[in-house]
């Protein structure tokens, strides 16, 4: 990232030239419309709402449409600081400030009474989208003589060059020639900008594909490890489910940017942060889920693209929907899991174990149960009425919520004992006995995680806790070497 904030020329004291200040990209990084559409798509009815505002009116009507039904909370907004300090400092001058925005005036009346920093406001209306030419004129009939104007588009370029003075934040391709021409009239330059590459990196969240090591899982207990046309396989279904898995996460982001700007560690995501535009990330989700899917059928097989492509189905679902409500949303999230387990089997044609199906069911769900208890953990207990954003979880439940967590990963552990048990075992191993190994280090990880989930030191997602918590890499090699060594270390087991 850069970040520099520049004061090139400063207004004398005794200046009344007018400061007029854009909000999308300006003010803020992010535009309100495009994330109010990408939040409305969550909500059937105001997406179709906006829709049909957008057919019988054109972009006005939608953004009205959109700050009736999606408006966002404008007080988590990012708002740039350099941009706010030099409208105080105006404003310490007596000069007269005035929001001039193509955002819809409703959202902007908002801003500007949550800011406190403006005498005026103006912005778009059903019938006048305020954008380029028509902002142009509303500033003129609003201005009292010469103005300064603050922006960062090309679309702003006519502004610029009627303006006396001009500010530029993050400035576009077509913005910076225009700051050259007339480099004398320069008052304000602001570049924070960073990465799209980077941030697009992060929002991808590559540190989650070790999830999806799970596809290997049917090669292991299958022992087809040695042959290299399945860890092929594998390979390829490992990297096309990573990569489809990441389009999935910008899609969930960009639906969620105003729950996220309220959490306390999510505000600070690439699309929350306004790092990444609903654009960038529209096109970079669209790559990479049709990339992957496409990948699968190619690549690997039939069977193993129709189970990415259900698994891409399923995920939606749950984003758009399914994560509303309780008790269907953990379900959802156990079967995303067992889901890769399933795209394992399909891509190397490997028959799925029900054991070891049945297991993974019981396991994540008690992940995902743990996973939502966090969330009603770190909410304020005084208010047991509070709701959880976008889930249909309350404050009160939290030790409902861990005692099915609870009790599903006892259920895993009784399933895990019923399979070392069992005639497939027997045949598949050397020495089966070894596996009862398995069992305690599984309650110990179990029992372990739910302790330590109560004493606040999970983090937000314990599938990320588990990845990096040294006891948890233990615990997984120690098991797969015991799988190992009760498949080819015989043991003769006999009177002494």
Known sequence: MTAMAEIVSQSSP?????????????MIAGDIAAESLAHAARHITAFLTAIRAFSSGGRAELKRALAEHAAPDV???????????????????GRRVILATA???????????????????IGSEPGRNLKGAAKLDAIR?????????????SADVPIWQAAAKSGFVNPSRGAIEQMRRRPEAVTLHVENKVSVLGALIKAMRPHQ?????????????????????????????FICFSLCASGVYLVNDMA???????HATKFARPFAAGHLSIKQGIFA?????????????????????LVLAGYAILTTAYTFCLKRFSTVDVVALSLLYTVRILAGSAATLLAPSPWLLSYSLFFFLSLAYMKRYIELDQMEASRLDERLPSRNYYASEVQLVMTFGIANGAL???????????????????????????????????????????????????????????????????ILIIILSARIIPVEWGAP
Not at 211 to 237: C, Q, R, S, T
Not at 256 to 262: G, K, L
């Open 103 to 121: 955002a819809d005036v409703t959202i902007a009346r908002q801003v500007a009474d949550h800011l406190g920093l403006f005498d005026e406001v």
């Open 75 to 93: 007080a988590t907004l990012p708002y740039r600081q350099e941009v706010l300090d030099y409208i105080q400092s105006a404003r310490e001058q």
């Open 14 to 26: 005794t200046d009344t030239m007018d400061l007029f200040v854009d909000l999308d990209g300006t």
């Open 256 to 262: 969620d940017i105003q729950a996220d700007r309220r």
């Open 412 to 478: 895993s552990i009784l399933t895990l004992a019923q399979y070392v048990n069992s005639t497939a075992v027997n045949i598949a191993y050397a020495t089966p006995y070894l596996l009862w190994l398995i069992v305690p280090i599984m309650m110990f990880w179990t029992y372990r995680s739910w302790t330590w989930a109560s004493r606040g030191k999970i983090g937000d997602d314990p599938v990320v806790f588990a990845l990096k918590d040294q006891i948890s890499r233990i615990c997984v090699v120690s």
């Open 209 to 237: 594909w070790a999830k999806n090591i799970l596809v290997f899982v049917p090669i292991l207990f299958a022992h087809e490890y040695v042959y290299a046309d399945v860890m092929l396989a594998g390979l390829l279904a």
């Open 285 to 305: 989700a669209t790559t990479l889920i049709g990339g992957s899917i496409l990948m699968a059928f190619l690549l690997v097989n039939i069977l193993f693209g």
């Open 141 to 153: 009939d609003m201005a009292r003589g010469p103005f300064e104007y603050i922006g960062d588009s």
